[in-house]
């Protein structure tokens, strides 16, 4: 296969895109990708032969991988910015790395842009495309430059001229650059969407029931004081009446029979109860505002102290309304098996986000295969997910959520992990949830999320903590 593409690069076209990378796979899906869009291909398989190939002629664009043998895609980079010959070339990287810090070394180097490992064949020509676009309204600034210079010379009134085409020529590339820098950032947003629109529905169906009851039991409240208010009027008009603490037998009458006309008996008997289920419906709301401060506490600079069992509860809450009955399927069952935990150093809010998004995906898998079945059907099977939290060695603990629904293949769970891959439709997942799951268990918190599958078995994921770990925020590093 090597061979094959190598061969490409005898080919004398002069518009052509340069892909440098080590991987004859890469190369392969790559090459075959750019082709099969109308562009002409050259690879090379390091940085050394890729510089050498530019002396017979200049791309269009070059794809540069970063992890290379001999000098890697930075030093590359540097070499190709700095000779005049090739300082114009577009460089994209290719890279397996996400890190900011990585990404702000090769843009400082020059690169316009980063293509995420494994590719996304849409995405790699979408790019291309919009950097060829940008190198060409570039080159035709600067061809119009000349050529507005040479016609008008010095004269004020071309200068002017010249300014605003430049300032709008610069516009539309910075908007373009823009736009590429929003999508990445929309693409996190919308999963941290999905989590916050979770939590929304959690707290509207939890806290509709108290909000309910309150609003019917009020006015009969209201009903059941004014009641008894009127009646003793009657008991202070008739002492009035008559001077005395005694009351006057007319009085009296009429007392008796508005105790039966109010029904006072029962009045007395159930407006105490009344009270007491509306204390209830208040204990009830302050409860769930209690859950959803603990579930969305705002981390700190440094890790604190936290009960992870208080961060699992608050999160089941959130995510009960989905645990329901509905028309597809009956209710999901949970079982929690919480063992003896300490309080684990961690930044609690990111925690509770990665529990969100597990708990979330199992019931998605409930869902899919009710979607896919009948009620009938989805009786006679179990639908469970069990919550288990145990100490482990070396001061560790772990939290497994495992549900026995229909498992994943092992192609799969091979890349549940990476970004971007989702088996969901486009309207349902972004496939950045469990690759922000992973980050914040893996690098902000130095533990482990790992994950166990079996077809029509069901799916286990395991997150190991350290229990102390004293570190920086991320988001607060700089």
């Given at each position: 296969m090597l061979s094959s593409l190598v061969s490409t690069m005898t080919s004398l076209d002069s518009d052509f895109i340069l892909i440098v990378d080590d991987n004859p796979n890469n190369l392969a899906v790559l090459s075959n990708t750019l082709k099969g869009d109308g562009f002409a291909v050259r690879v090379a398989v390091d940085g050394e032969s890729a510089l050498e190939q530019l002396t017979k002629g200049l791309p269009s664009l070059i794809l540069l991988d970063v992890m290379m043998p001999g000098i890697d895609g930075f030093e590359t980079c540097q070499r190709l910015k700095e000779d005049?010959?090739?300082?114009?070339?577009?460089?994209?990287?290719?890279?397996?790395?996400?890190?900011?810090?990585?990404?702000v070394k090769g843009l400082s180097?020059?690169?316009?842009?980063?293509?995420?490992?494994?590719?996304?064949?849409?995405?790699?020509?979408?790019r291309v495309r919009i950097h060829l676009k940008?190198?060409?309204?570039?080159?035709?600034?600067?061809?119009?430059?000349?050529?507005?210079?040479?016609?008008?010379?010095?004269?004020?009134?071309?200068?002017?001229?010249?300014?605003?085409?430049?300032?709008?020529?610069?516009?539309?590339?910075?908007?373009?650059?823009?736009?590429?820098?929003?999508?990445?950032?929309e693409l996190v947003q919308n999963e941290k969407m999905v989590s916050l629109g979770n939590l929304v529905a959690g707290i509207a169906h939890e806290i509709n029931n108290p909000i309910g009851f309150l609003h019917g039991s009020i006015p009969n409240a209201q009903a059941y004081l004014q009641e008894l208010v009127d009646h003793l009027s009657l008991y202070q008009a008739g002492q009035n009446k008559t001077g005395q603490s005694q009351i006057a037998p007319d009085i009296a009458r009429e007392i008796e029979e508005n105790a039966e006309d109010i029904n006072l008996d029962f009045i007395l008997e159930d407006f105490p109860k009344l009270l007491e289920s509306m204390k209830a419906a208040n204990q009830r709301i302050k409860a769930i505002s209690n859950s959803l401060r603990t579930f969305s506490r705002a981390d700190t600079e440094h890790k604190m102290s936290a009960n992870l069992h208080e961060g699992l509860d608050s999160t089941l809450l959130m995510l009960k309304y989905r645990l329901k009955?509905?028309?597809?399927?009956?209710?999901?069952?949970?079982?929690?098996?919480?063992?003896?935990?300490?309080?684990?150093?961690?930044?609690?809010?990111?925690?509770?986000?990665?529990?969100?998004?597990?708990?979330?995906?199992?019931?998605?898998?409930?869902?899919?295969?009710?979607?896919?079945?009948?009620?009938?059907?989805?009786?006679?099977v179990s639908q469970t997910i069990?919550?288990?939290?145990?100490?482990?060695?070396?001061?560790?603990?772990?939290?497994r959520i495992a549900d026995d629904g229909k498992g994943m293949s092992e192609a799969v769970r091979s890349r549940i992990f990476d970004h971007l891959f989702t088996t969901k439709s486009v309207s349902k997942g972004t496939g950045l949830g469990l690759a922000i799951a992973q980050q914040i268990v893996s690098e902000t918190h130095g533990g482990q999320l790992t994950v166990q599958t079996e077809l029509e078995k069901g799916t286990e994921f395991v997150v190991r903590l350290p229990l102390n770990q004293r570190s920086v925020n991320p988001a607060f590093s700089g």
């Amino acid at each position: 296969m090597l061979s094959s593409l190598v061969s490409t690069m005898t080919s004398l076209d002069s518009d052509f895109i340069l892909i440098v990378d080590d991987n004859p796979n890469n190369l392969a899906v790559l090459s075959n990708t750019l082709k099969g869009d109308g562009f002409a291909v050259r690879v090379a398989v390091d940085g050394e032969s890729a510089l050498e190939q530019l002396t017979k002629g200049l791309p269009s664009l070059i794809l540069l991988d970063v992890m290379m043998p001999g000098i890697d895609g930075f030093e590359t980079c540097q070499r190709l910015k700095e000779d005049p010959t090739t300082m114009e070339v577009p460089v994209i990287f290719m890279t397996a790395l996400a890190d900011s810090e990585h990404k702000v070394k090769g843009l400082s180097l020059g690169a316009v842009d980063y293509i995420s490992k494994p590719f996304n064949e849409a995405e790699v020509l979408a790019r291309v495309r919009i950097h060829l676009k940008i190198k060409n309204l570039l080159q035709t600034l600067r061809s119009q430059n000349q050529r507005l210079k040479q016609e008008m010379g010095q004269r004020q009134a071309a200068e002017k001229q010249l300014q605003q085409l430049n300032d709008e020529l610069e516009q539309r590339v910075a908007s373009r650059t823009e736009q590429l820098e929003r999508t990445q950032v929309e693409l996190v947003q919308n999963e941290k969407m999905v989590s916050l629109g979770n939590l929304v529905a959690g707290i509207a169906h939890e806290i509709n029931n108290p909000i309910g009851f309150l609003h019917g039991s009020i006015p009969n409240a209201q009903a059941y004081l004014q009641e008894l208010v009127d009646h003793l009027s009657l008991y202070q008009a008739g002492q009035n009446k008559t001077g005395q603490s005694q009351i006057a037998p007319d009085i009296a009458r009429e007392i008796e029979e508005n105790a039966e006309d109010i029904n006072l008996d029962f009045i007395l008997e159930d407006f105490p109860k009344l009270l007491e289920s509306m204390k209830a419906a208040n204990q009830r709301i302050k409860a769930i505002s209690n859950s959803l401060r603990t579930f969305s506490r705002a981390d700190t600079e440094h890790k604190m102290s936290a009960n992870l069992h208080e961060g699992l509860d608050s999160t089941l809450l959130m995510l009960k309304y989905r645990l329901k009955a509905n028309e597809n399927r009956p209710a999901i069952k949970i079982i929690k098996d919480y063992g003896e935990l300490p309080d684990v150093e961690c930044f609690p809010g990111q925690l509770n986000q990665v529990f969100m998004n597990l708990l979330a995906n199992a019931i998605d898998a409930f869902d899919e295969v009710a979607e896919q079945s009948t009620y009938g059907q989805m009786k006679t099977v179990s639908q469970t997910i069990t919550v288990t939290t145990r100490p482990v060695e070396q001061g560790e603990i772990e939290v497994r959520i495992a549900d026995d629904g229909k498992g994943m293949s092992e192609a799969v769970r091979s890349r549940i992990f990476d970004h971007l891959f989702t088996t969901k439709s486009v309207s349902k997942g972004t496939g950045l949830g469990l690759a922000i799951a992973q980050q914040i268990v893996s690098e902000t918190h130095g533990g482990q999320l790992t994950v166990q599958t079996e077809l029509e078995k069901g799916t286990e994921f395991v997150v190991r903590l350290p229990l102390n770990q004293r570190s920086v925020n991320p988001a607060f590093s700089g």
